[in-house]
Every structure is written in structure tokens, then in C-alpha cells.
T-cell receptor, first 113, second 112 residues
Framework: DQQVKQNSPSLSVQEGRISILNCDYTNSMFDYFLWYKKYPAEGPTFLISISSIKDKNEDGRFTVFLNKSAKHLSLHIVPSQPGDSAVYFC????????????FGTGTRLKVLA | DVKVTQSSRYLVKRTGEKVFLECVQDMDHENMFWYRQDPGLGLRLIYFSYDVKMKEKGDIPEGYSVSREKKERFSLILESASTNQTSMYLCATIGRIYNEQFFGPGTRLTVL
């Protein structure tokens, strides 16, 4: 059973526009959420996180929104740049347990110049 | 600067061989993880370790074992490699600022 879902396997966006990547989760015990970016032949790199006590966290061009009632989070990238083209994974964890993060299946973002 | 290093970037093995994938971290963190990444399946947890000599099965432990003799080193062992274990293998530990998982560069394993 997939506890963290990214239903869009791919997304194409024009350079300079907004990219919105979505993630849904089913486990109400999750209270910490993260986004990672992965280039081919490299390990994922951490982008941004959000705790369930917040509904928004911003870091430069990246903003994560959390809707707890809908069990949904999204990553907004504004403005999108060609270097943002990568696979993006969302992950979720319960901070009351071990550091066991559950990852989504990923969304491949392509930013067109 | 956090470093997680993996012994090989690319590895080709034959069916039935015993394979060792090594991971070393300099974060001095108790937790270490092994994942595999496959297209359309995301990152799936194979095993994790929360202290030296301690280990716990992840979601897909079958066909794998692990060893954690020292805090900084976590090894993944494929006892008898099979073609369905062809994958990207990723090791991780925990970062100190955001409690994020900090990944190594990955090992692309091909089993022929």
C-alpha cells in the first residue's frame, strides 16, 4: 500500500513560469514532510521541509504548502529554470518514531527554455 | 560538509555472485539506511540501522542482508545476486539541521 503518492509521473513547464508538484499521503501519523531533487546518476539532494505545525514554508524560489485535512502537500518553484529539470521526490515521516522516511514515486520535471 | 560515500559508482556482477556495497558517513549519526531506486517505484527502503550492530528490515529486505560493525560504516550484502536486483542503490544518513536524509551518490548495479 503506497502511503505517499505522487500521481503525476512527469511535468513540463516553460522557463520563468511556476512549477507545481503534488504529493498525497494516507498515514495521519506523518508529521514531517520533505522534498528532494534528483539528477540522473546522483543521489537525491534535500530541498525543503515542513512540519505539520505549519502550512507553508519558503526558501528562495521554493515553497512547500501543506494541507493536513486533505493530506496533501505541494512544491512550488517560481520562477522555473532549466537547471530545475530533475526528478522530484516527496517524503514523509512520523517524528515520534525512528527516522523512517517513506518516499513517493517521483515526478520528472522538465523546464523548457 | 556532510559526506556519504559509496564504494562504487558502477558495478557489474553475474547471477549468483555475492555482492558487497559499502557506505561510509562522516556525520557521526546513529541512523543509516539502504534504499533502491527503480523507475516508477521511487525509493524503497531495504534495511536501516539505528546503531552499531542494530538493524531493522525495511519494505523490501528479501535477498539482502546488512552489516553495521562501526558507526560510520553500513554494508549491504546481496547473498546471491539475481537479475531483478539490477538497480540504483542509495545509502543515506541523517543531517543534523533539518533531520533530512542525506544521500550518497549511489551505486548503479547491473546483474547479468
Amino acid at each position: 500500500d503506497q502511503q505517499v503518492k505522487q500521481n503525476s509521473p512527469s511535468l513540463s513547464v516553460q522557463e520563468g513560469r511556476i512549477s507545481i508538484l503534488n504529493c498525497d499521503y494516507t498515514n495521519s501519523m506523518f508529521d514531517y514532510f520533505l522534498w528532494y531533487k534528483k539528477y540522473p546518476a546522483e543521489g537525491p539532494t534535500f530541498l525543503i521541509s515542513i512540519s505539520s505545525i505549519k502550512d507553508k514554508n519558503e526558501d528562495g524560489r521554493f515553497t512547500v504548502f501543506l494541507n493536513k485535512s486533505a493530506k496533501h502537500l505541494s512544491l512550488h518553484i517560481v520562477p522555473s529554470q532549466p537547471g530545475d529539470s530533475a526528478v522530484y521526490f516527496c517524503a514523509a515521516a512520523s517524528t515520534s518514531g525512528t527516522y523512517k522516511y517513506i518516499f513517493g514515486t517521483g515526478t520528472r520535471l522538465k523546464v523548457l527554455a | 560538509d556532510v559526506k556519504v560515500t559509496q564504494s562504487s559508482r558502477y558495478l557489474v556482477k553475474r547471477t549468483g555472485e555475492k555482492v558487497f556495497l559499502e557506505c561510509v558517513q562522516d556525520m557521526d549519526h546513529e541512523n543509516m539506511f539502504w534504499y533502491r531506486q527503480d523507475p516508477g517505484l521511487g525509493l524503497r527502503l531495504i534495511y536501516f540501522s539505528y546503531d552499531v550492530k542494530m538493524k531493522e528490515k525495511g519494505d523490501i529486505p528479501e535477498g539482502y542482508s546488512v552489516s553495521r560493525e562501526k558507526k560510520e560504516r553500513f554494508s549491504l550484502i546481496l547473498e546471491s545476486a539475481s537479475t531483478n536486483q539490477t538497480s540504483m542503490y542509495l545509502c543515506a544518513t541523517i543531517g543534523r539541521i533539518y533531520n533530512e536524509q542525506f544521500f550518497g551518490p549511489g551505486t548503479r548495479l547491473t546483474v547479468l
